[in-house]
């Protein structure tokens, strides 16, 4: 989700990079339920199902890693800063254009 004015939320859009490439793992097992993962999720990757995560669109992950950041029993395990991730978040922070150099 992104912030937009007066503290509301949206989703990212739904750009896609390629299918099934993604470092994205979730462990169900090791989940608590807590939903951090959907909170911090740009691109709403994930869901609660049952009480605990599930991964309603990897292909849609980003590898920005604030998933695997903020979940407290490790279920989540991406490796952030591959594909492109990083150029966009960098290309938002500093207002350029996004550039991975690839």
């Known amino acids: 989700m992104v912030g937009k004015p007066g503290g509301a939320l949206r989703a990212m859009s739904p750009l896609r990079y390629i299918d099934d490439v993604v470092s994205l793992q979730l462990e169900v097992a090791r989940c608590n339920g807590c939903g951090l993962c959907v909170a911090v999720c740009p ?56 550039s991975c150099d690839c």
């Open 43 to 98: 691109r709403a990757v994930f869901a609660i199902a049952d009480g605990r995560a599930a991964l309603a669109d990897r292909d849609a992950c980003m590898e920005c890693g604030a998933c695997a950041l903020n979940c407290v029993p490790g279920a989540i395990s991406v490796d952030p800063g591959v594909g492109c991730a990083q150029a966009i978040i960098h290309g938002w922070l500093t207002g350029g254009d996004p």
